[in-house]
């Protein structure tokens, strides 16, 4: 991840949300109040916008502007059911523009971590006061970079609980990723929150990632030069259950983006494209016997 530098794909995801609050009510898949406050200005990003607005993204990625929107609703319906079954505190990591933690209802009953770089936060902070304020004591904004720090040296900084049911979110992170940052990652979850804590996340099929010559694979090391965030870490499709499983983790329930399409791109949304075959969304429950 590019540490000196606000993330351009964190702006490009608020960006297609504000995209999608430009839709009658009815229309969207997706609401969020928040993101328009939180995409920059000026002519380039007023071209990028252009670009997906016109469908010219779409005909470059297939698919892909769905996936976000897609993936952005999947993960708020979880953080609603988990809500609904009582958690103490969410921890969102490599956190982006992500507006869950204002406009999800519920959620002020809990501790919101909202761990990201520094410079992406600092920018999201600057942005964010524009539309609300004061910011709501619930979120603790911790700067990190998780490529180089230890989550639980990070979060030592605030007041996360080690012994709360706290819901992980990891949105839009794994990707750039080192292996050995996912692992660390995945071991402070188990060993460092409570009964019944659990992790969503959604990840590359390690297959794209190894061929860079062709198809999505290409695609995708393009764009990642672009952002200066180049993709480096994916699971074998169908694999995520056993890796998981050996981390620590059960109830694995791995969706892949077909089944959110099912779900989710109904009625008026019926007939847009969402990409298939190259990413899902996964999601597990720390396995730990009560003592």
Same mark, same amino acid.
């Given at each position: 991840?590019?540490?000196? /530098?606000?993330?351009?794909?964190?702006?490009?995801?608020?960006?297609?949300?504000?995209?999608?609050?430009?839709?009658?009510?009815?229309?969207?898949?997706?609401?969020?109040?928040?993101?328009?406050?939180?995409?920059?200005?000026?002519?380039?990003?007023?071209?990028?916008?252009?670009?997906?607005?016109?469908?010219?993204?779409?005909?470059?990625?297939?698919?892909?502007?769905?996936?976000?929107?897609?993936?952005e609703r999947y993960i708020d319906e979880y953080l609603k059911m988990q809500l609904s079954e009582g958690i103490d505190q969410v921890v969102?990591?490599?956190?982006?523009?992500?507006?869950?933690?204002?406009?999800?209802?519920?959620?002020?009953?809990?501790?919101?971590?909202?761990?990201?770089?520094?410079?992406?936060?600092?920018?999201?902070?600057?942005?964010?006061?524009?539309?609300?304020?004061?910011?709501?004591?619930?979120?603790?904004?911790?700067?990190?970079?998780?490529?180089?720090?230890?989550?639980?040296?990070?979060?030592?900084?605030?007041?996360?609980?080690?012994?709360?049911?706290?819901?992980?979110?990891?949105?839009?992170?794994?990707?750039?990723?080192?292996?050995?940052?996912?692992?660390?990652?995945?071991?402070?979850?188990?060993?460092?929150?409570?009964?019944?804590?659990?992790?969503?996340?959604?990840?590359?099929?390690?297959?794209?990632?190894?061929?860079?010559?062709?198809?999505?694979? /290409?695609?995708?090391?393009?764009?990642? /030069?672009?952002?200066?965030?180049?993709?480096?870490?994916?699971?074998?499709?169908?694999?995520?259950?056993?890796?998981?499983?050996?981390?620590?983790?059960?109830?694995?329930?791995?969706?892949?983006?077909?089944?959110?399409?099912?779900?989710?791109?109904?009625?008026?949304?019926?007939?847009?494209?969402?990409?298939?075959?190259?990413?899902?969304?996964?999601?597990?429950?720390?396995?730990?016997?009560?003592?």
């Amino acid at each position: 991840m590019a540490k000196t /530098k606000v993330s351009r794909s964190a702006e490009g995801v608020a960006g297609m949300r504000a995209i999608e609050m430009r839709k009658p009510e009815a229309d969207r898949i997706v609401s969020d109040p928040y993101a328009d406050a939180l995409i920059p200005g000026g002519v380039m990003f007023a071209i990028s916008l252009w670009i997906i607005e016109s469908g010219l993204y779409e005909r470059m990625a297939p698919g892909a502007v769905g996936f976000i929107i897609g993936r952005e609703r999947y993960i708020d319906e979880y953080l609603k059911m988990q809500l609904s079954e009582g958690i103490d505190q969410v921890v969102i990591l490599g956190a982006g523009f992500d507006t869950r933690a204002y406009r999800i209802p519920g959620i002020e009953r809990t501790r919101v971590f909202e761990i990201d770089q520094p410079a992406t936060q600092a920018v999201k902070l600057e942005r964010l006061k524009k539309v609300i304020d004061p910011l709501p004591p619930h979120v603790t904004f911790v700067p990190a970079d998780l490529n180089a720090q230890q989550l639980r040296e990070v979060l030592q900084s605030g007041s996360y609980d080690e012994k709360g049911k706290t819901l992980f979110i990891w949105q839009g992170v794994t990707y750039f990723l080192n292996p050995e940052g996912i692992d660390s990652t995945l071991a402070f979850i188990v060993g460092h929150s409570g009964q019944d804590s659990t992790v969503v996340f959604d990840y590359i099929y390690k297959e794209i990632l190894r061929d860079t010559t062709q198809g999505y694979g /290409k695609t995708l090391a393009r764009a990642g /030069k672009i952002s200066g965030e180049p993709y480096v870490f994916g699971i074998d499709k169908g694999q995520v259950g056993p890796f998981l499983a050996q981390r620590g983790f059960c109830d694995v329930i791995d969706m892949p983006l077909e089944d959110v399409k099912t779900k989710y791109f109904n009625g008026p949304n019926a007939a847009r494209a969402i990409d298939i075959g190259h990413i899902a969304i996964a999601s597990a429950r720390v396995c730990r016997t009560k003592s």
